[in-house]
């Protein structure tokens, strides 16, 4: 399998049942669509029902995809319409929802205590601050981080307008540089 | 710092804050999902197996002993039918039919057990015809009735009185029929088909006749006896034991004499009395005055 193919060739690779195309993507886009349901829903067995809900539903709906939208738009509107619809079964409302934090800060490259200490302390002020943003923001934040998405197909999944999602995403940024104390 | 600056240090320690992923279970479960990992099949299994079975099973209901028996076994309704060639005594009379006797485990089960078990059968099958013959007869009667009450009013009529003694006699030959010999048999009840059809064909024409003048009466009688002949057939279809009744009416006359003059050559004068007065009441059109007369000679040549 080409490694270098694009999502999207991937995506129709897989719907003519090619599965090692789909191998391929999975392993391309396991994380980061796991850690935004994560994020967005902050509890780790809904967040993996709703990861494999997400795929089963991209098996299924395979034949339907078109090229019209990018591989990430379309797959990244699925997973929020499956949030916002775990939102509406559950009776809960996006305002309740608090961020997921995690304690387990990895320290793989830091070597000395003090950086070790730094950057502990920065990682911690990060999640204070992304308790602070708006859900809106902090989706545009993660969708931006995580998937590395242009503002157009953000503004796609979200269903807003590129301005929308660009202010958003310049607000979140502010806001967290104020919480962090960068100048 | 410019913002991109920013963003970049931001996006940085985001990027090393959280690298969590998903459990191997769901990755196990989603490939498997992609690939499809299902158990080939060969598809013409399904088919093959299908008939297999359905000819296993055929061959098993064909050897089973359950089978063979309710197709040996006599179907309740032999105690209700008609012998006419046996005469009407014996219609009362439920033919005993032999029952497969089950094997005691001892000697003097052996002797008793069978047969109580096939008297206390025969005593639950007697109740239930009993009863069921009772209700019906009750329902028979009641139709008959109505149906004789009908039937004075047409009796008036010269032109159809031919007509009308057939199924005057065939109605009553019905109901006496129905209230000791054809308790059972629903092809001469009073709400068969046949007689429905003929009541009503009978009604309608005496009703047109009585409603428009005399000279006109022939004309409708003869349509009427043209309905009657169509009726008459249409119950020879649906109810011929009727008319094959009237037909060997002399034979079952002479059935019936030969009966007595047993009994009498018997001396059961009793029973001859009986069986007599039995088929007068049954059959009061008939001519019985002779039996009636050999009756009594018999009793006064009696000792």
Known sequence: MDFQLTDEQLMLNYAANDEQAFDVLYQRHKGPVYRYLLKSCNQSTIAQDLFQELWIKLINNKEKYCTEYAFTTWFYTMARNLLIDWYRKSGKQIKDHQPYINDEIPDNNLKEPESVFEKRAMLHQLQQALEVITFEQREVFILRQESNMPFNDIAKVMSCTTEAAKSRYRYAIEKIKNALGVQ | ?303
């Open chain 2, 1 to 303: 710092m410019t913002d991109n600056q920013d963003e970049k240090i931001i996006s940085n320690l985001y990027q090393d804050m959280d690298k969590t992923m998903p459990p191997k279970e769901s990755d196990v479960f989603i490939l498997n999902a992609a690939h499809k990992k299902t158990p080939y099949r060969f598809a013409w299994l399904y088919p093959t197996s299908a008939a297999a079975t359905l000819l296993l099973t055929f061959v098993l209901m064909l050897d089973s002993p359950e089978y063979t028996d309710q197709q040996m076994k006599p179907s309740p309704d032999i105690y209700l039918k008609v012998d006419n060639e046996h005469g009407l005594e014996e219609l009362n009379e439920p033919m005993v039919t032999e029952q497969p006797v089950k094997p005691a485990k001892s000697p003097a089960a052996a002797i008793t057990a069978p047969v109580t078990e096939n008297k206390k059968n025969q005593q639950a099958m007697d109740k239930a015809i009993l009863s069921e013959v009772q209700s019906e007869q009750k329902e028979i009667v009641e139709a008959s009735d109505d149906l004789d009450h009908r039937n004075d009013s047409f009796m008036e009529t010269e032109e159809i009185s031919k007509y009308s003694e057939i199924t005057v006699t065939g109605h009553r030959m019905k109901r006496e029929k129905t209230l000791t010999e054809f308790e059972s048999d629903n092809n001469l009840s009073a709400t068969h088909p046949g007689s429905d059809h003929i009541r009503n064909t009978h009604i309608d024409a005496l009703d047109q006749a009585a409603k428009k003048p005399k000279q006109k009466n022939k004309n409708i009688l003869k349509k009427s006896s043209v309905h009657m002949k169509r009726a008459l057939k249409i119950q020879n279809h649906w109810a011929p034991d009727v008319f094959a009744f009237k037909e060997t009416k002399e034979a079952f006359y002479k059935k019936a004499t030969i009966k007595i003059q047993k009994l009498l050559k018997n001396k059961q004068y009793w029973e001859a009395e009986r069986y007599l007065s039995q088929l007068r009441t049954q059959y009061p059109l008939q001519d019985w005055r002779q039996l009636q007369k050999k009756l009594i000679q018999a009793r006064h040549e009696q000792p």
